[in-house]
Structures are given as structure tokens and as C-alpha cells.
């Protein structure tokens, strides 16, 4: 990621303002995107002896970190916590499997108060990890949002987003979302753009907050969320540098390039280099027969693993690093039934991820966990630290992470278990392990961020002239959202068939519920891929209702807009907002902030509503999708 010149170049961020959401369901969700919660943070253990405090400086100063956070190196940043934080936070971490030592003490950093709530920045050192818990000032003892980052997570990064945080506050309910993090000591302040706002925030102690908020709403009332797009770090200097962060969206997400938000529609696709320097490209030491040879032999590792929703005949707790909270819980328990036609016998390997601070765990399980190599890896969840934990095969030592942006992380591993965190921002990466000799037994590639990129233009190949007459099925009127003079929204399969005639293709098992199927009737085209009109039914009770009409026919026509998809999308957006601007209003702008290339209406009374645009992929079948009310409803 490249920096800015100068305060001037952070104009490049603020752009015209964009009211998006990439999908339908978005729009009536809560105001307001974050992350899904990352089930653990980095951590270290808590130094309390001074002589344990000096070799941590010492390795400070080695990583380079020494004059750059000062407030952390050798230094104690805020205030001690007000009782009630550390009581709180003491009580969730003595009912937590993932959990600090005893007699962590935590400071309070800072303070800030939006729209009349408080919400504490808390922070303590833990080894070699810095770390920071975000709290609302009257609930001390609730979750809140703790993450930790390692000094060599830092190293290279002038300012680094630790984590994305969203509390539901008030009546009516306020959605208050916000990032935080760290700043090195020539950060005066960090610059935040947002979907429709920017701000500027001060750099205290090496850590910033940035929060925001927006009422949330009828489904009716409710606006498109105000998501974090780009992230700058303005210097004492004077200059502004860009802090790669990764954007979220409802259904994707990825890295502005050096920060700046397109002028132009874009959308999030795959990278041109997943290029990772420095990382191996073969396996050199493949170890033959990977296993584990204690968990084979049933032998009492670590600690007894609490019980688990799913039947499991042996298992144990494993801490990769003593020094850290993140326990891992491995397992075995017995497989049975058919898959692929296939009986399945034998024991299943289980993963338990406990939540840091969090009661219980995410578990996975799988029937061969080294079928691609010594390394088995478990889940993981996005955040700005991302952490990846699994299991090593016997004969595996060692285990490196490198990263695209340079950065090498080393994991933590015992008894077979390993545990890493990076930032996600510095991803695509290579996991690499090592035997006792150095050479390399193991590859594994961890997934990397989409970038933006413009969208295509539609390729709109056959001329209006050349249509053919639209059916009764390709005449709506979007006044109504009706399909030849009849309300298709909400209509029974046989009255569908009464309005439109009989499908091409009836896929009587789209969707699957609680063992019922759920058709979808396709029109114009005798495959999914080349329908013309999919009509997706939900069910409602003891019926199935259309709540949804995909359109991808060229001959649709609607009578104020004539053929709706042979107009390139900006284009189609100006003409809908002219035509029924009174009865829609504009939710999503095409290609917008949240980089799909899409664009939603909404009914200004209603949750009714339809979405336009095209699959970057195949730009030869733009869409129109109606979607209807019962599935829109919060």
C-alpha cells in the first residue's frame, strides 16, 4: 500500500457519497456493517516481575518497535481502570476456558461518549502482546471486544486497525460501530472515511478509537450502512499515510489500493499477484504417514476438554503458547452414515476453538485431517487480526507464516497444535512447515483480500430491433412490481402458472426446508444458466409464495423505462430515479461503497423493492431481481 504526499492528497479520499448495500437482505438489516466476531485475539502473558519487563524491552528495541510506541515500551499509557472495568473484566476471564492470567490489570486509555453513551478503551500489556478491550462504560462485565496484536504484527506498520467493534444501544436502538487500534509515535491523529461521513480522531497513548452511529429503525425507515472504507494515519509531519485495512461488506469485502475510494463503480475481484515474498514453493522433507501419535494412542495431553454438543470419545485442551489465552480443544469421536453414497465408519478429528474471554467454542470436525499434508487447519474468522489454528502432523517443528506485504509471523505449537495471528490487511500468506532439520514438510495457502476494480461495461450484443416481442412474463410494471397486469409477488405456484403460463424448467427442490422442498420456476430458457426469468418461491407457513423475480431476458420491457436491460446500468439507474423517483428511493448506488456491481431501490412505504446490475464475470446478462416483502422483513 502506498502513502499520500501530503494533508491535500487526503481529498482523494473523500469522494461523492455513496448509499449502498450489495444485496436486498442488507438493506433492512440493521444500519451498520462489522465483522463477524473473531472467535480468539493474540495474546501474551503478563509481566510482573521487573526482570521479565527488561528482556521484554530489550526485544523491543531488537523488532524496532522501542521509539515508536513509547507509550507502551517501558511506559504505562492512561490511567489504572476504574474498579468497576476491572471487576468486570476479572469475572469474565475467571468463567473463561480462554483466558488471561490472574491479576491482569487493565488501564483505561480513553473515554468517549456517542450520542450519550460511554464506551471505555481499555489496555494492558500481556508479554510480548499489546492489548485492548472496548467496553461500555456502564456494562463493564459484558463481552465487549478484546484483541491483542504482537510486536512483530506491528513491526512495519505506522498505525494498524486491531479490530472492528459494533454495540445496539438505546431506545430506539442506535447501531454505534467504530474501529480501534494502535498508532506509532509520529501519528497525530487518524483520518476514518465512511460510506457517507469522514472523521478525524487524535492518537492518544498509541491507540486510537473512531466510532459512528445511526438509529436503526422500522425495516421501512432504516438507512444502508455507513461502512469504514479507507483508513489514514495523518504524521506530525503534516502527511497523511494510508493503513491498509480491509473493507467489509454484507457479501464481500476487500483492500482499496493505497487507500482511496474509487470515482468510478467498482467491485471487489479477485487480485492480479498473489505473489508471497520470500515463501517457499515446494516441499522438500515430505513426511510420509502424518499423524499424531498421542492423540492415536489416546494419551492425556494438556487439559480434559469440557463436553461437547456432538458425541466424542476422547479429548483434550491444548494451550499452542503458555504465554497466551488461545486454547485449542482436540478430539476424536465416532463417524457413522452414508456420504457420497458411501458408509462412512471410524473416528472423526475435532477442532474446538475456544472464544478468548467467551464461554464455549466453534467445533469442526473432519475424517482425514492430513489428506493435503502435515498441516490440518481449522476454521477461522474474519477480522482485522485474523487468527488460524490447527494441527501438526509428527515431524513437524516448526511453523512460519509469510506474508504478502513481507511480514513473517512465527506460530506457536505444542503438542501438535499450533495457533498464529496476522493482520488480515498484509494476507494472501503461506503456512509453512518445517522439520527438525529446517527443511520443509508442509505448504498451505491462506486465503488473501479482493482488491477493487471497475466494473465492466454490459455487453449488450443484440440490438433492441433484433429483440423478439416480450411474453407475458417479460412485461412488469415496476410502479407495482407486477408481471402482465398480475401480482405475482405472493402468488401460489398454481397461480403463477395461471398468470405466466407454464415454466420451461420447474426445480422442484431450490431450497430445502426442514425437509420440505422449495421450487423455482425458470422462464425462456431450459437450464438455470440460460432462463430469462427464475421465479424463486419461499414458504410462508403451510404455503409457498414468490418473493422474488430474476430477470436476465434481454426482451424485458417495462412501460415508462421500454427495454429495462439494454441500457448500460448507470444509465438504467438515472432512468428508474426519473421515472418512479416518487415511489423509490435510491439505497444502493451502482458500483458504490460497498463494491458490488449493484444497485437497490427501496419502496419509500414499504420493504418491497428491486435490485439492477450485472456479474462482473459475465457482463452479457445484466439483471433486474424483484424481491417482495415476506422475505424482506426483519
Known amino acids: 500500500m502506498s502513502g499520500f504526499a501530503s494533508v491535500s492528497d487526503a481529498l482523494d479520499l473523500l469522494v461523492e457519497p455513496f448509499d449502498v448495500q450489495p444485496d436486498w437482505e442488507s438493506i433492512v438489516r440493521d444500519a451498520g456493517h462489522e465483522r463477524r466476531p473473531r472467535r480468539r485475539g493474540w495474546a501474551g502473558i503478563l509481566v510482573a516481575a521487573a526482570a521479565l519487563l527488561v528482556v521484554l524491552v530489550a526485544a523491543a528495541f531488537a523488532s524496532g518497535l522501542a521509539d515508536r510506541f513509547s507509550a507502551w515500551i517501558g511506559g504505562t499509557p492512561g490511567t489504572p481502570a476504574p474498579a468497576p472495568e476491572q471487576a468486570g473484566f476479572d469475572a469474565r476471564n475467571d468463567s473463561s476456558l480462554a483466558a488471561f ?7 483505561l486509555i480513553l473515554r468517549r461518549t456517542f450520542d450519550g453513551v460511554s464506551f471505555d478503551l481499555l489496555g494492558f500489556r500481556n508479554g510480548d502482546a499489546y492489548c ?41 436502538a442506535v447501531a454505534v460501530t467504530g474501529i480501534y487500534g494502535f498508532a506509532s509515535d509520529g501519528v497525530r491523529a487518524v483520518h476514518v472515511v465512511r460510506a457517507r461521513t469522514s472523521t478525524t480522531v487524535p492518537a492518544t497513548d498509541n491507540v486510537f478509537l473512531a466510532l459512528a452511529g445511526q438509529r436503526t429503525g422500522t425495516g421501512e425507515q432504516r438507512r444502508p450502512p455507513n461502512p469504514v472504507l479507507a483508513v489514514g494515519a495523518v504524521m506530525k509531519d503534516g502527511t497523511l499515510r494510508n493503513v491498509p485495512y480491509v473493507v467489509v461488506g454484507s457479501t464481500s469485502g476487500g483492500v482499496l489500493p493505497g487507500g482511496k475510494v474509487p470515482r468510478v463503480p467498482s467491485y471487489f ?34 487439559a480434559p476438554l469440557p463436553k461437547q454438543p456432538v458425541k466424542l470419545t476422547f479429548g483434550r485442551v491444548i494451550q499452542p503458547d503458555p504465554d497466551d489465552p488461545v486454547r485449542v480443544g482436540v478430539a ?43 498441516i490440518s487447519s481449522g476454521g477461522y474468522v474474519e477480522s482485522p487480526i485474523v487468527a488460524f489454528s490447527g494441527l501438526a502432523a509428527d515431524g513437524v517443528a516448526r511453523i512460519e507464516v509469510f506474508l504478502a506485504s513481507g511480514l513473517r509471523v512465527r506460530a506457536a505449537l505444542r503438542d501438535n497444535v499450533y495457533s498464529v495471528s496476522v493482520p488480515e490487511a498484509d494476507l ?33 450484443t443484440t440490438p433492441t430491433s433484433k429483440l423478439a416481442p416480450p411474453q407475458r412474463w417479460e412485461r412488469v410494471d415496476l410502479s407495482t412490481l407486477t408481471v402482465d397486469g398480475h401480482a405475482i409477488l405472493g402468488a401460489t405456484p398454481a397461480q403463477v402458472v395461471a398468470a405466466l403460463g407454464k415454466p420451461a424448467l420447474i426445480r422442484p427442490r431450490n431450497q430445502v426446508v426442514n425437509n420440505v422442498g422449495v421450487p423455482a420456476y425458470d422462464y425462456g430458457g431450459t437450464t438455470q444458466a440460460t432462463a430469462g426469468l427464475e421465479v424463486v418461491f419461499l414458504k410462508r407457513g403451510s404455503r409457498m409464495v414468490a418473493n422474488e423475480l430474476l ?84
Open 332 to 374: 476424536v469421536g465416532p463417524a457413522s452414515g452414508i456420504t457420497r453414497s458411501r458408509l462412512v465408519t471410524g473416528d472423526w478429528t475435532c477442532l474446538v476453538d475456544f472464544v478468548v474471554l467467551g464461554s464455549g467454542g466453534a467445533i469442526s470436525c473432519t475424517k482425514t485431517p492430513f489428506a493435503q499434508g502435515p
Open 132 to 172: 485492548l478491550r472496548l467496553v461500555r462504560t456502564a456494562v463493564p462485565n459484558a463481552a465487549g471486544r478484546t484483541q491483542c496484536v504482537r510486536s512483530d504484527e506491528l513491526s512495519g506498520h505506522v498505525a494498524l486497525v486491531a479490530d472492528d467493534a459494533r454495540f445496539d444501544v438505546g431506545r430506539p
Open 428 to 460: 494472501p500468506g503461506e503456512l509453512v512447515a518445517y522439520d527438525a532439520q529446517g527443511k520443509v514438510a508442509g505448504l498451505e495457502s491462506l486465503p488473501g483480500n479482493a482488491v477493487a476494480k471497475p466494473c465492466p461495461p454490459a455487453e449488450l
Open 269 to 302: 475481484g479477485a487480485p492480479a499477484s498473489t505473489h508471497i515474498p520470500g515463501a517457499p514453493t515446494k516441499v522438500t522433507a515430505p513426511i510420509a504417514d502424518p499423524h499424531v501419535g498421542w492423540l492415536d494412542a489416546r494419551e492425556k495431553r494438556g
Open 551 to 634: 430477470y436476465q431476458s434481454p426482451s424485458l420491457v417495462d412501460e415508462r423505462l421500454g427495454h429495462v436491460l439494454r441500457a448500460q446500468p448507470v444509465a438504467l439507474q438515472a432512468r428508474i430515479e426519473d421515472a418512479y423517483g416518487s415511489r423509490y428511493r435510491l439505497t444502493a448506488s451502482y458500483g458504490g461503497a460497498q463494491l458490488t456491481c449493484t444497485g437497490v431501490f427501496q419502496a419509500r412505504t414499504g420493504a418491497e423493492g428491486f435490485s439492477f446490475g450485472l456479474d462482473p464475470h459475465r457482463p452479457s446478462r445484466p439483471f433486474l431481481e424483484i424481491v417482495g416483502n415476506a422475505r424482506s422483513l426483519p
Open 101 to 107: 492470567p490472574r491479576g491482569t490489570r487493565l488501564r
